[in-house]
């Protein structure tokens, strides 16, 4: 199966708990329809996107990275690569490159989706549809900054840096 074809039926078996959400999952299903290289980052309409919300072992923090492009507090991920054959697969690679931290585990399935404009690594503006999973690093794991960001640290769910406000309802998803 090649990774267009797993993002279409992981997106058709998904079940959003909001209207929104439900929304936003018909408006994905729609851009992949219209576009057989939706996952490739050389879709210059937007494409298909893999992050991971990482929660401690406890579930009490989240891991952030200073995102050093976009200057602001993120989740952890970024463009599906050719060697990813799922969506999941491209959501964890990404949390493990970013993190650097190994033995994490993820949910089988999305929490949340989001349609975001970006001028990303080709330097033309262009969407970010983001496909979020929900990823638990192992007890006592400690993350190590990589070069794709200017800081990564642990923040507790309640006490969210400044700047960070649209990250509470995919941070809500993740709880549930």
Partial sequence: ????????????????????????????????AAREDACRRSCAAGHITASA???????????????????????????????????????????????????????????????????CSLGVPTRHFDVRFVVVAPEGASPVRSAESDDLRWWPLTALPPGSEDLTELIAAACD
């Fill in 53 to 119: 919300v990482v929660l401690d072992a406890s579930r009490s923090h989240v891991l952030l990275t200073l995102h050093p492009r976009v200057g602001r507090w993120l989740q952890l991920g970024g463009h599906c690569e050719d060697s990813d054959t799922s969506l999941a697969a491209a959501a964890l690679r990404e949390a493990s490159e970013e993190s650097g931290m190994s033995g994490l585990t993820m949910s089988a399935e999305p929490v949340h989706l989001d349609v975001h404009p970006i001028t």
């Fill in 1 to 32: 199966m090649n990774l267009h074809t797993d993002v279409v039926e992981t997106l058709e078996k998904w079940q959003p708990g909001t209207a929104g959400q439900e929304a936003l999952r018909h408006a994905f299903l729609g851009f992949l």
